[in-house]
């Protein structure tokens, strides 16, 4: 069993920058590829980006392609989101996932752990 610990949320302005961690135990870390969501009040859980096994590969939601960067350190089984250019559209509780399948999906239907969430808010 993977457990998924993320970190790193807070409150910030809008431009500033953050990164978000995830810290998995429990399991083969580098064998998974894995995924950052975000959900805001009263709203679906959308794909923010993910990441392949060996970090070669990642894939990015359009609202975020060129803000923010997904990256993992294997020997540390952390899994970062670097967060900059932050707008209050971005506020969300922010989830980290791993997927056994390896397929980079968007789908949160595809991943198989998650981590409870980390909130972050970007105020105007």
């Known amino acids: 069993q993977v457990q998924l610990v993320e970190s790193g949320g807070g409150l910030v302005q809008a431009g500033d920058s953050l990164r978000v961690s995830c810290l998995a135990s429990?399991?083969?870390?580098?064998?998974?590829?894995m995924g950052w969501f975000r959900q805001a009040p009263g709203k679906e859980r959308e794909f923010v980006a993910s990441?392949?096994?060996?970090?070669?590969?990642?894939r990015y939601a359009d609202s975020v392609k060129g803000r923010f960067t997904i990256s993992r350190d294997n020997a540390k089984n952390t899994v970062y989101l670097q967060m900059n250019s932050l707008k209050p559209e971005d506020t969300a509780v922010y989830y980290c996932?791993?997927?056994?399948?390896?397929?980079?999906?968007?789908?949160?239907?595809?991943?198989?752990?998650w981590g409870q969430g980390t909130q972050v808010t970007v105020s105007s």
């Open positions: 996932a791993a997927d056994v399948s390896v397929a980079l999906s968007r789908l949160a239907t595809q991943y198989d752990y």
């Open positions: 429990g399991g083969t870390f580098p064998s998974y590829a």
């Open positions: 990441i392949s096994r060996s970090g070669g590969t990642t």
